[in-house]
């Protein structure tokens, strides 16, 4: 048997470009919901204090930015998903209907729990928050013990990051990206339940026809109009379910 050909640093390095712009890939469609804010809010700040460590003054200064930057985004986390979590209870129907289609329904549902979701983690985060030095303690002064504790308290690493250090990014992030999921579910399913009667191919009928409407106006009897005008206009709308 032929010996097999030894791999080469060009195909090694070719393969690992490889996988790693499959992995980017993924993880750009995953986060595409709220790379903003996760850039903005957790990965740039978190970087930024990994960089300034060593510098106690600048360390102090980006911990008090990301305190206060990091309530704001979970306040408006809460607001987002408890509004998001209303619409989906408000969309939910109370009766099972025989012509609706599942996929909406699991969408809807699956918004209300990442709303559900999104409330309690940043809740739970504003805690881990809580245990920083406020603001007005976080000057140029702050012994260097306390400067740790911080390092330890936000970036969960002492020398080099480690598991601990990347599962808390996934922490911090986490709010958001429920909250974003439950909006995308929620749209998502709005538009699979309108869009029910294409999905199904449901035939035209006479039972899609709502209403009758007749113009009252006086123009109408004057003239105003065209002779070639309906007297009487028949509005047809399409709904997700037939009306018996």
Same mark, same amino acid.
């Given at each position: 048997?032929?010996?097999?050909?030894?791999?080469?640093? @060009?195909?090694?390095?070719?393969?690992?470009?490889?996988?790693?712009?499959?992995?980017?890939?993924?993880?750009?469609?995953?986060?595409?919901?709220?790379?903003?804010?996760?850039?903005? &809010?957790?990965?740039?700040?978190? !970087? @930024?204090? !990994?960089?300034? @460590?060593?510098?106690?003054?600048?360390?102090?200064?980006?911990?008090?930015?990301? %305190?206060?930057? %990091?309530?704001? @985004?979970?306040?408006?986390?809460?607001?987002?998903?408890?509004?998001?979590?209303?619409?989906?209870?408000?969309?939910?129907? *109370?009766?099972?209907?025989?012509?609706? &289609?599942?996929?909406?329904?699991?969408?809807?549902?699956?918004?209300?729990?990442?709303?559900?979701?999104?409330?309690?983690?940043?809740?739970?985060?504003?805690?881990?928050?809580?245990?920083?030095?406020?603001?007005?303690?976080?000057?140029?002064?702050?012994?260097?013990?306390?400067?740790?504790?911080?390092?330890?308290?936000?970036?969960? &690493?002492?020398?080099?990051?480690?598991?601990?250090?990347?599962?808390?990014?996934?922490?911090?992030?986490?709010?958001?990206?429920?909250?974003?999921?439950?909006?995308?579910?929620?749209?998502?399913?709005?538009?699979?339940?309108?869009?029910?009667?294409?999905?199904?191919?449901?035939? *035209?009928?006479?039972?899609?026809?709502?209403?009758?409407?007749?113009?009252?106006?006086?123009?109408?009897?004057?003239?105003?109009?065209?002779?070639? *005008?309906?007297?009487?206009?028949?509005?047809?709308?399409? &709904?997700?379910?037939?009306? !018996?």
């Amino acid at each position: 048997m032929a010996d097999r050909a030894a791999v080469t640093p @060009e195909e090694v390095t070719q393969r690992t470009s490889w996988t790693f712009f499959i992995v980017k890939a993924a993880v750009a469609i995953i986060t595409a919901p709220y790379r903003r804010t996760f850039k903005l &809010y957790t990965w740039q700040p978190l !970087r @930024e204090f !990994r960089a300034a @460590e060593g510098n106690r003054k600048l360390m102090t200064a980006l911990a008090r930015d990301f %305190k206060t930057d %990091k309530y704001a @985004e979970l306040q408006s986390v809460q607001v987002a998903a408890s509004f998001c979590a209303g619409a989906t209870l408000a969309t939910l129907p *109370w009766s099972r209907s025989q012509n609706g &289609y599942w996929v909406a329904d699991a969408l809807w549902f699956s918004s209300l729990s990442c709303s559900i979701w999104a409330v309690i983690t940043s809740i739970q985060t504003k805690s881990i928050l809580d245990d920083l030095p406020s603001k007005e303690a976080m000057i140029s002064s702050l012994p260097e013990s306390e400067v740790q504790r911080m390092q330890r308290t936000i970036l969960r &690493y002492r020398k080099t990051p480690g598991i601990s250090h990347w599962i808390m990014i996934f922490i911090w992030q986490f709010p958001s990206m429920t909250m974003s999921y439950a909006w995308a579910t929620f749209l998502a399913g709005l538009t699979v339940y309108i869009c029910n009667p294409f999905i199904r191919d449901a035939p *035209w009928g006479i039972r899609h026809k709502v209403c009758t409407i007749a113009p009252t106006s006086p123009c109408c009897s004057r003239g105003c109009l065209p002779d070639t *005008w309906p007297r009487t206009c028949t509005a047809s709308v399409f &709904y997700s379910e037939q009306i !018996r």
